[in-house]
């Protein structure tokens, strides 16, 4: 019932910027927060940026400045600015969310991922 849909990873030269997004859809009654994380080859998943419902931002050290998430409420949808790309960005980015999802008479709070965009910054 509920799916988060990532666009927007691919290649990118140092110093370059990308857009990510995640749309959430399906019987969501709420969501909490969302955010990104990231996982590159080796290392385990990080969070990157988050957002709450009241707006409440946070971002992993190593992308302050570069990075801002922002939230569009009525779309289900986050977007992540990605500036001033290192190669050290490299990595899957993961978008998550934490619903209440309706299921029948009921609210299940859960945590949800997205299938995961490659990014990939290069020369």
């Known amino acids: 019932q509920v799916q988060l849909v990532e666009s927007g990873g691919g290649l990118v030269q140092p110093g370059g910027s990308l857009r990510l997004s995640c749309a959430a859809s399906?019987?969501?009654?709420?969501?909490?927060?969302m955010g990104w994380y990231r996982q590159a080859p080796g290392k385990e998943r990080e969070l990157v940026a988050s957002?709450?419902?009241?707006?409440?931002?946070n971002y992993a050290d190593s992308v302050k400045g570069r990075f801002t998430i922002s939230r569009d409420v009525y779309e289900n949808t986050v977007h992540l600015q990605m500036n001033s790309l290192k190669p050290e960005d490299a990595a899957v980015y993961y978008c998550?969310?934490?619903?209440?999802?309706?299921?029948?008479?009921?609210?299940?709070?859960?945590?949800?991922w997205g299938q995961g965009t490659q990014v990939t910054v290069s020369s």
């Open positions: 998550n969310a934490e619903l209440a999802v309706v299921s029948g008479p009921a609210l299940y709070e859960n945590d949800y």
């Open positions: 399906g019987t969501i009654f709420s969501i909490n927060a």
């Open positions: 957002i709450t419902a009241g707006g409440e931002t």
